[in-house]
Nanobody, 122 residues
Framework: VQLQASGGGLAQAGDSLRLSCITSERINPYTVGWFRQAPGKDRKFVASVSWSSAHVESVNARFTILRDNTKNAVSLQMNNLRPEDTAIYYC????????????????????WGQGTLVTVSS
C-alpha cells in the first residue's frame, strides 16, 4: 500500500490544522498511525487508530485521529498548535494487528508516506 500525506503548512500558535493521509488501496484492513520528527530529533508517535476503529491512541488531547474508510483516508486534527509541534508529520500503516490496541511503535509500521511539514510560529 502507498500512503500520501497532505495538509501541512504554516500556522500560528493557537491555530488548528487538519492533516490527511490517503491510501492507494482499501484502507479497511490497515491500522494507521501518525508520527512526527522535529529537526534534529528522533521520530515520535503522535496517534494511531486500529483497523477496526475500535480504539485510538493519541499523545495528547489536542490531537485527534479519525478514519474514513469510505474515502480510504485517515486524518489528524490538530488544535491549539504550539511552536513545539513544528515537525514533519508522517502517516504509516500496517496490515491487521490488534482490534483494540493500535501500535505506538514505528518499527511495527512497514508502510510510510512521504511526510508533510508543519511549522508553527509563536
Amino acid at each position: 500500500v502507498q500512503l500520501q500525506a497532505s495538509g501541512g503548512g504554516l500556522a500560528q500558535a493557537g491555530d488548528s490544522l487538519r492533516l490527511s493521509c490517503i491510501t492507494s488501496e482499501r484502507i479497511n484492513p490497515y491500522t494507521v498511525g501518525w508520527f512526527r520528527q522535529a529537526p534534529g530529533k528522533d521520530r515520535k508517535f503522535v496517534a494511531s487508530v486500529s483497523w477496526s476503529s475500535a480504539h485510538v491512541e493519541s499523545v495528547n488531547a489536542r490531537f485527534t485521529i479519525l478514519r474514513d474508510n469510505t474515502k480510504n483516508a485517515v486524518s489528524l486534527q490538530m488544535n491549539n498548535l504550539r511552536p513545539e509541534d513544528t515537525a514533519i508529520y508522517y502517516c504509516a500503516a500496517y496490515l491487521g494487528g490488534s482490534k483494540y490496541y493500535p501500535s505506538r511503535m514505528s518499527n511495527d509500521y512497514p508502510y510510510w508516506g512521504q511526510g508533510t511539514l508543519v511549522t508553527v510560529s509563536s
